[in-house]
């Protein structure tokens, strides 16, 4: 008889967005004329810039003839985006980064789970807590996380690194073993940020160990600060020891058209091997490429027009994190995130427990949110507010908490 992947049974159910899903339902039940504000869910809400559907509307009708019908495309990505990527979010920064270390794909969340494919099932997997869970769930289906303890919310063979208030969210570097290391920047869900200092200590740490730094920086476009960096591939020694996974979800808007992007440098080696040809034969054999309309819009983004309204939809949601930010901190509230990220992490007042406090912004100013405790056990004490509502929302829902919490 067939056989299960018995790792899968070790999995808790995903019990945060359900759970939010529930409350928001049962209270939607008993105040039905209640207009509830929902800055809970990390999805965006502006729609395509006009330079992105313009390209896909021009690509699509390529298709529909006989000279620019595409079929089956290359499983890296075309050349016309992947020089695009290179030549726009690395080289203009003066970063090495050539095209052919560039795979397209369907989302920074696949590459993300589908990434362990290239590891041994014994490696040592370190994670930030709190975290984005796709890090630790693909890891456990793997085999990499040993069991789940209810008790602690925690795996037995991960290593959590916390991510407090007093390191400013940014992991200390782990005293035991680890292998496969999981960074997030900017951070979902702290929106915190890491200086090059702090990156340049992880990319020797894993140089010095044979560790791989698996660095996501889907929420690049949220960098405000001139002087942090955008790419792990900025800090010198990268290249080899670390992937980078992107994503024109957040950047352009793409999380319902898919595009993303990883960075596997030609000379990241482990054991011998090449992570870039092992990739690329996980890729070319699991994966076969995003769809070419979709690969003209992505590439629509870095056209002159197309720059131009990304940085208008991305400062639309910056003012949004700033009016959040200020709103809350005049409400008393302890406020970090939101500056080079759409995420903004706030502290509950006077040590509430994070579902309690997401009960009462629901139920007392009609804010959903969701609680830092779904992500981690160092989420506890902590509510993440997202930036990606619509101006209107944000303003309004600063003032509802302001006079909630007067
Ligand atoms: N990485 C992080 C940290 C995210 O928060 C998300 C989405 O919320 C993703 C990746 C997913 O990106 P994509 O839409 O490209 O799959």
């Not at 790792?7 to 159910?13: E, H, S």
């Not at 809970?40 to 992105?52: K, N, S, Y």
């Not at 949004?320 to 709103?327: E, Y």
Request: hydrophobic share 40%; glycine share 10%; aromatic share 10%.
């Amino acid at each position: 008889m067939i056989q299960i992947n018995q790792n899968f049974r070790k999995l808790p159910g995903s019990y945060l967005f359900s759970e939010i899903a529930r409350r928001v339902a049962d209270y939607s039940r008993e105040e039905p004329d209640a207009a509830l504000i929902r800055l809970g869910i990390g999805d965006v809400t502006r729609p395509l810039i006009p330079a992105v559907t313009r390209a896909m509307a021009e690509a699509v009708a390529e298709m529909g003839t006989p000279g620019g019908f595409h079929g089956y495309g290359p499983e890296q990505g075309y050349d016309f985006l992947r020089q695009a990527i290179a030549a726009h979010d690395y080289q203009a920064r003066g970063v090495q980064v050539e095209p052919g270390e560039i795979f397209v794909s369907d989302g920074a969340k696949s590459d993300c789970g589908n990434i362990g494919d290239v590891f041994g099932p014994d490696n040592v997997v370190a994670v930030c807590d709190p975290v984005y869970p796709v890090y630790v769930d693909s890891n456990a289906m793997a085999g990499r996380a040993g069991e789940y303890d209810p008790a602690t919310g925690r795996w037995t063979r991960l290593v959590y690194m916390p991510c407090t208030r007093e390191n400013g969210f940014v992991p200390a570097i782990p005293e035991g073993r680890a292998d496969m290391i999981y960074l997030c920047f900017p951070n979902n869900p702290t929106g915190a940020m890491a200086t090059r200092a702090q990156l340049k200590a992880w990319v020797d740490y894993a140089n010095a160990h044979g560790s791989v730094i698996l660095y996501d920086s889907a929420y690049e476009a949220f960098i405000s600060q001139p002087e942090l960096p955008h790419s792990i591939f900025e800090i010198e020694g990268a290249r080899t020891c670390a992937i980078e996974f992107r994503s024109f979800s957040k950047t352009a808007g793409f999380t319902g058209t898919r595009c993303a992007y990883t960075v596997v440098p030609k000379e990241l080696e482990r054991e011998g091997v090449s992570l870039h040809a092992l990739w690329n034969r996980r890729q070319t054999t699991k994966f076969n490429g995003v769809p070419y309309v979709v690969q003209r819009g992505a590439e629509a983004v870095y056209t002159p027009e197309g720059q131009e309204q990304v940085r208008e939809t991305i400062a639309y949601y910056q003012r949004n994190a700033q009016v959040i930010r200020d709103g809350l901190e005049q409400a008393g509230l302890e406020v970090y995130g939101g500056v080079n990220a759409p995420y903004i992490w706030v502290r509950t007042p006077d040590g509430m427990d994070s579902w309690d406090f997401f009960d009462l912004l629901l139920r007392r100013a009609h804010v959903v949110t969701t609680p830092g405790a779904g992500f981690g056990p160092s989420g506890e004490g902590y509510i993440r507010v997202t930036a990606f509502g619509g101006a209107e929302e944000a303003v309004q829902a600063v003032e509802r908490i302001q006079s909630v919490l007067k």
